[in-house]
């Protein structure tokens, strides 16, 4: 047998995380299609049987949209959901079950994109296990009402983080997006935010939102948009506004399922 001391400590499967610690910027994780700039990528546009097709939709180029855009990855139970949320046939339980799983891979995305340190602890069987911690300073915005929707999900992961409100709706006349109402926690310029709206078809909404918390000095890099659906327009318009800000989303498509918050709540 060897004579050198055995090391019992566990090391966390996922080992790239360590490479940060609590006293650094957290570098934003890159999923499905962050790229830069300069590359020349396309979203494929995809529709479901259901919805009417246009031959002048094109695949979508993220050459002007840039790594600030993420997508969840692909996979065949991801466009299961999106089908089902899609297709007109869908009845409102299957439509609410089917979004609410949506919505929950979304939010477990949107935890991983956050800021952790470093930890060592204990198993039961007497062995240290090196992993990592979420830091403390998050919190969730909704933007009303469909970004209710999304909720219930973050508070699964996070039973006791905090969520604020934001309701803005289009004026009758000019059709520009106006603040009706906005309650956050007193410190959340000190938090990072995870704003919650689950469909993004022109971006005026959000980036009004966004507008709103940067009156209560939240800086727009320690933003992160939760989403569903997004527009090429919409995706586009809140970056050229926000650089700073990360959007994550499963899907990036011309025709945005925007029935979304009818469906969900019965008022259609």
Do not use: W
């Amino acid at each position: 047998l060897s004579s050198n001391p055995i090391d019992l400590r566990m090391p966390c499967h996922n080992q790239q995380v360590n490479t940060v610690s609590s006293g650094q910027e957290h570098p934003m994780k890159q999923v499905r299609f962050a790229t830069s700039s300069s590359s020349n990528v396309s979203v494929p546009a995809v529709l479901s049987n259901s919805e009417p097709s246009d031959d002048n939709i094109q695949p979508v180029s993220l050459e002007d949209v840039g790594p600030q855009l993420k997508l969840l990855p692909l996979n065949d139970q991801i466009r299961e959901l999106q089908t089902i949320i899609r297709d007109k046939t869908t009845s409102r339980g299957d439509f609410v079950f089917c979004a609410d799983r949506l919505i929950r891979l979304v939010v477990e995305e949107g935890l991983n994109q956050l800021p952790y340190s470093e930890c060592t602890v204990t198993t039961p069987t007497g062995y240290k296990y090196e992993g990592v911690k979420f830091e403390r300073g998050n919190c969730g915005v909704s933007i009303m009402r469909s970004g209710e929707a999304m909720e219930q999900g973050l508070r699964d992961c996070c039973r006791s983080i905090r969520i604020g409100k934001i309701l803005i709706q289009s004026d009758e006349e000019t059709q520009k997006a106006k603040v009706y109402y906005a309650k956050f926690p007193p410190d959340v310029y000190r938090r990072k935010v995870l704003l919650m709206y689950p469909i993004l078809s022109t971006g005026n909404t959000v980036i009004e939102a966004v507008r709103v918390l940067i009156e209560h000095r939240v800086q727009p890099k320690h933003i992160i948009l939760l989403s569903l659906f997004s527009t090429p327009h919409g995706a586009k318009s809140i970056i050229q506004e926000f650089p700073d800000i990360t959007i994550l989303t499963t899907e990036v498509h011309p025709v945005a399922p925007t029935h979304f918050g009818q469906r969900y709540f019965g008022t259609d």
